[in-house]
C-alpha cells in the first residue's frame, strides 16, 4: 500500500533553499507510489492544539518543530524524514504492520549511540509516538533538551521496545557531522567518502542553521532590552552575551540586542532582534573615542585594552527608550558605547550581568591584585600613576554617584566574581545573583578524537594538552605559569605530550615536547575540532569572571585543569571533571596535568563528566530560564 513521506518545511536563509529542493526530491525518486506532503509549522500547531494545549502553549517554534515529528507520524502514518536528509535507497521493505523505525546517530561521544530524530518510519498511532507526546504534555520542559538526547531518554523509559527497530547508523546517517564538514573544507577525500557511505539508504548534510529561531524584529512587544558594545565580537565575554540574547530568545522571551556595532551579516541581525544604535553625527563614540583620555598617562600600555574611562558614547537612554522594554539588561557597554552619565539616565529595571570587573573599579577591567578600588582608587598601578586624585579616582568617584540613580540588580556568572563585587562599596547593597554564562550544546559537542587531529594536523600518537585564548600574551591568562608545568613534566613525559596552542603565533617555548601552533582560531568549528581533539584543556588564569574555554572545552567532552581562586574554581568540580590546582602553584597545575591523563581510564570518565556537566549546567536555553526566572521576578509579570 502507499504511504507518505512527511516533511516540515523549514524557516531558513534562501541560500539553502535549493539544496532543500534537491533533497526532497531524492525522497520521492525513490518512492514513486508514495504521497509527499509538506506541512508548516502553523499547520501542525493548529492540529495540535485540541489534542496538547499544554505542549502547543508553551513551546517554542523550534521546541514544536521537535514535537511536530511524533505528532504527524502518529496522526498520519508514514515516513517523516529532515529537511536535510537525502534518501538514496527506498524505505519501503520497513514499512512493517505495527513496528516502529528509529535511527540511530553515529557515536561521536565514545559514550553510545544515541537515538536520532532525522527519520521516523511506522504506522499510525504506534504506542511509542503517544507515549513521547504524552511525555511532552505532562512535561513540555522536556523540549529544552537536544532532540536525540530527548528521544533516547524516552526511548529507554518505553517499555513495550518489541515494537521498535533501531536502524543502524550505516544504514541511515553514515557519516557524522564532522566528516561532513571536513568533506566540505576538502579533508576528506572523494573516494574515502563514497566508501563511508556505500549501502547506505539516506544521507544526512547537516545543513540546517542551528541557531534559535528567527523572530521578526518589531513583531512583538520588545521585553528585554540587551544592552552590549557588539554581537559575538572577538573575546569571551561578548560571545557570552550573544549566547544569553539568543537563549532568550529561543525560549520565548522578546528580547532586542542594542549593540554599537554587531560583527554578524545584517539578514543575521534582522532575524535575531540585533539593532545598532542610532550615532548623532559628530558624537564622539567608539575605541578610539574612548581611549582619548589614556593619552595622559604614558606609561599605560593602549594594546593591553586594559582599562575604560566611559567619558563618550552615543544617547543610549534614548535608544532604549524607543523601545519600551520591562528590563534592560547590560553586559559590556565599554569601548565607546556609552559613559558612565548616559547609563546613569536610564529610567528601567536593569539587571548588569557582569562580563568583568569594569563595573566597580575606577576603570580597569580586572585589578590584577591591586586592593584600590576598595577605597577609591588613585595612584593607579595599570595608569602608571602617583597621583591619588588621578583618572581611575574620578571615574571611581563618577561611577559611586551615577550607580545610585539606577534600579539596579547584579549578576555575576561566579562564585569568585560574586565575591568580588561584594567587596567594593560601588555595588554596596546591590542585590547579587550567581547564573552561569550558557553554551550552544549543538555547536560544542564532542568530536572524534582521531578525526579532529587530522583536521588540525596534530599527532595521533601523543596526549595533547591544549592551552588558548583571545591573546594568549596576556599575562592574566597565566601561560608563564603553564610553560613552567610543562617544562616539569616535559623530561619525564617527551616522548608521550605534546602541546598545542591557539592565540598566539609560533615561539620557542624551550619545551622537551613538541609544541603546535594553531593560530588564531575565529570559526567556532575549528575552536570546536581543537577542543576534541585535545585529552586536556589547561586554563591556568589569575583573573577570569567565568573561563569560556573552560565550559567550552568541558562541553566537548575533554577535562580540564585550572587554578583556584577565580572564575574557573565554580566550573570545574575537583577530580570529577577536572583538577583544580593551588593558585600560581606551577608545580601542582604540573600535577594536575599528570594525574588526568595517567590513566585512560580516569581520561574517558573525566571527560564524560565534563560533557554530562555542561549539559546539565551550561546549556543556554537553561540559562535562559534562570534569567527568565530574574525578570519575572523583578517586572512582577
Not at 500547531?45 to 514535537?67: C, K
Not at 563514497?194 to 523572530?215: F, H, I, K, V, W
Request: aromatic share 8%; proline share 6%.
Amino acid at each position: 500500500m502507499p504511504y507518505t513521506i512527511h516533511q516540515l518545511l523549514p524557516t531558513l536563509s534562501p541560500a539553502l533553499l535549493p539544496f532543500l529542493s534537491l533533497s526532497a526530491a531524492s525522497w520521492k525518486r525513490q518512492h514513486p507510489q508514495w504521497e509527499y506532503r509538506q506541512w508548516t509549522l502553523q499547520e501542525v500547531r493548529e492540529l495540535m492544539w485540541h489534542e496538547y494545549p499544554t505542549l502547543t502553549r508553551t513551546a517554542s517554534d523550534g521546541m514544536l518543530a521537535i514535537a511536530a515529528r511524533y505528532f504527524i507520524l502518529c496522526r498520519e502514518g508514514g515516513l517523516y524524514a529532515d529537511a536535510d536528509v537525502e534518501c538514496a535507497r527506498p524505505f519501503d521493505d520497513l514499512m512493517t504492520e505495527g513496528r516502529l523505525c528509529l535511527a540511530e546517530s553515529p557515536d561521536t561521544c565514545g559514550d553510545g549511540r544515541l537515538t536520532d530524530t532525522l527519520m521516523l518510519a511506522g504506522q499510525q498511532e504506534h504506542p511509542f509516538l503517544r507515549f513521547v507526546l504524552d511525555r511532552m504534555e505532562q512535561e513540555p520542559e522536556l523540549l529544552e533538551k537536544p532532540g536525540n538526547t530527548l528521544l533516547t531518554l524516552l526511548y529507554e523509559e518505553f517499555e513495550d521496545k518489541e515494537t521498535v527497530t533501531l536502524l543502524p547508523a550505516s544504514a541511515v546517517m553514515p557519516c557524522t557531522e564532522d566528516e561532513m564538514e571536513l568533506y566540505r573544507r576538502g579533508k576528506l577525500a572523494e573516494d574515502e567518502m563514497r566508501q563511508r557511505t556505500e549501502g547506505a539508504r539516506s544521507l544526512c548534510y547537516y545543513r540546517l542553521d542551528r541557531r534559535p529561531p528567527a523572530r521578526p524584529v518589531g513583531s512583538e512587544k520588545t521585553e528585554i532590552a540587551y544592552v552590549s558594545t557588539t554581537a559575538g565580537g572577538v573575546g569571551g565575554a561578548f560571545q557570552a552575551g550573544l549566547r544569553i540574547h539568543l537563549g532568550l530568545r529561543s525560549i520565548g522571551l522578546h528580547s532586542t540586542m542594542l549593540v554599537l556595532q554587531s560583527g554578524l551579516p545584517a539578514e543575521e541581525n534582522r532575524r535575531y532582534g540585533i539593532r545598532p544604535v542610532r550615532r548623532t553625527a559628530g558624537q564622539p563614540c567608539g575605541y578610539g573615542a574612548a581611549m582619548q583620555p589614556l593619552k595622559a598617562y604614558p606609561h599605560y600600555d593602549i594594546g593591553s585594552h586594559g582599562f575604560d574611562p566611559a567619558e563618550v558614547g552615543v544617547s543610549l537612554a534614548e535608544d532604549i527608550e524607543a523601545l519600551n522594554p520591562r528590563l534592560v539588561i547590560l553586559h559590556g557597554v565599554n569601548g565607546g558605547l556609552a559613559s558612565i552619565e548616559t547609563l546613569g539616565r536610564i529610567r528601567r529595571k536593569v539587571v548588569w550581568r557582569l562580563p568583568d570587573c569594569w563595573a566597580f573599579t575606577g576603570g580597569c577591567y580586572y585589578p590584577g591584585g591591586c586592593t584600590r578600588y576598595l577605597t577609591g582608587c588613585g595612584r593607579c598601578p595599570k595608569l602608571g600613576s602617583d597621583d591619588p586624585h588621578d583618572l581611575s579616582h574620578r571615574v571611581w568617584k563618577r561611577k559611586a554617584e551615577v550607580w545610585q540613580k539606577l534600579d539596579m540588580t547584579v549578576v555575576v556568572p561566579t562564585l569568585w566574581m560574586k565575591r568580588m563585587a561584594a567587596k567594593s562599596p560601588l555595588l554596596a547593597g546591590r542585590e547579587t545573583v550567581v547564573i552561569p554564562n550558557g553554551l550552544d550544546l549543538s555547536l560544542y559537542r564532542p568530536a572524534d578524537r582521531r578525526l579532529a587531529r587530522r583536521a588540525l594536523r596534530l599527532p595521533q600518537d601523543r596526549k595533547i594538552i591544549l592551552f588558548g585564548a583571545i591573546n594568549a600574551f596576556d599575562p592574566r591568562k597565566g601561560f608563564a605559569y603553564l610553560v613552567e608545568a610543562l617544562r616539569q613534566l616535559s623530561g619525564r613525559h617527551k616522548d608521550e605530550y605534546g602541546l598545542a596552542v591557539f592565540g598566539m603565533g609560533g615561539h620557542d617555548l624551550g619545551l622537551d615536547i613538541p609544541v603546535h601552533f594553531l593560530g588564531y582560531l575565529h570559526d567556532p568549528y575549528l575552536l570546536r575540532l581543537a577542543y576534541a581533539a585535545a585529552d586536556v584543556m589547561a586554563v591556568p588564569s589569575l583573573e577570569e569572571a567565568f573561563g569560556q574555554t573552560v565550559s567550552e572545552a568541558m562541553a566537548c567532552g575533554t577535562p580540564v585543569v585550572s587554578f583556584l581562586e577565580t572564575g574557573p574554581e565554580s566550573i570545574v568540580r575537583h577530580l570529577h571533571s577536572g583538577y583544580l590546582a593551588r593558585y600560581k602553584d606551577s608545580a601542582d597545575l604540573a600535577q594536575g596535568i599528570e594525574w588526568i591523563l595517567a590513566d585512560d581510564g580516569r581520561t574517558a570518565t573525566l571527560a564524560r563528566n565534563a560533557r554530562r556537566q555542561a549539559v546539565e549546567l551550561y546549556d543556554m536555553r537553561i540559562v535562559a530560564r534562570q534569567y527568565e526566572s530574574l525578570y519575572h521576578r523583578l517586572t512582577g509579570r
